[in-house]
T-cell receptor, first 115, second 112 residues
Framework: DAEITQSPRHKITETGRQVTLACHQT?????MFWYRQDLGHGLRLIHY???????NKGEVSDGYSVSRSNTEDLPLTLESAASSQTSVYFC??????????????FGPGTRLTVL | QKEVEQNSGPLSVPEGAIASLNCTYS??????FFWYRQYSGKSPELIMF????GDKEDGRFTAQLNKASQYVSLLIRDSQPSDSATYLC????????????FGQGTTLQVKP
């Protein structure tokens, strides 16, 4: 069955370190998204991609970067981790041919703590 | 800034009652609307999609859309303790971007 996976599931790091969160999907979806979820803020879009070599900034992109070298993977990098980036991170993908339907499928999430 | 607003709750209902969850959105051009359910510690999963004005029913769930009032709601009939979760309203961004704009979610508690 097609799926979307994230690793690691839990990560503790120190302020100033570079951290990369992995996202891998086997849906063969062109669209991929990274969100962070904090209490009281719902899901906020960090970065997204419509295909290989395409990346775009979302509403909370400062301090984060992504790269898309193939269809399956969209790793999220925190260049210099800050305590404000302690959060739960979700990756999602969708099929752009879905038209108005456009369901996004979510990975299991990564809980990141920055000390 | 396009916004999707939900009451964060918690909304508490007794088992067997109807739970009513509400969502408003700011972009009048929005066409597609989604309800996701998220259990504590888990990822969101889609439970309802609606794009036409009126009601759409799926089992115990009914989504209601009123584009003139920019309002979408989710009714859960015969609420069960297993329905206790956070419900996220999402609106598809206009301009065919593929993005969804999420509300902050409403926490529902169904008490036995």
């Amino acid at each position: 069955d097609a799926e979307i996976t994230q690793s690691p599931r839990h990560k503790i790091t120190e302020t100033g370190r570079q951290v990369t969160l992995a996202c891998h999907q086997t849906w063969n979806h062109n669209n991929m998204f990274w969100y962070r979820q904090d209490l009281g803020h719902g899901l906020r879009l960090i970065h997204y991609s419509y295909g290989v070599q395409d990346t775009n900034k979302g509403e909370v992109s400062d301090g984060y970067s992504v790269s898309r070298s193939n269809t399956e993977d969209l790793p999220l990098t925190l260049e210099s981790a800050a305590s404000s980036q302690t959060s739960v991170y979700f990756c999602a993908s969708s099929d752009p041919s879905g038209g108005s339907y456009n369901e996004q499928f979510f990975g299991p999430g990564t809980r990141l703590t920055v000390l | 800034q396009k916004e999707v607003e939900q009451n964060s709750g918690p909304l508490s209902v007794p088992e067997g009652a109807i739970a009513s969850l509400n969502c408003t959105y700011s972009d009048r051009g929005s066409q597609s609307f989604f309800w996701y359910r998220q259990y504590s510690g888990k990822s969101p999963e889609l439970i309802m999609f609606i794009y036409s004005n009126g009601d759409k029913e799926d089992g115990r769930f009914t989504a209601q859309l009123n584009k003139a009032s920019q309002y979408v709601s989710l009714l859960i009939r015969d609420s069960q303790p297993s329905d206790s979760a956070t419900y996220l309203c999402a609106v598809k961004d206009t301009g065919n971007t593929g993005k969804l704009i999420f509300g902050q979610g409403t926490t529902l508690q169904v008490k036995p």
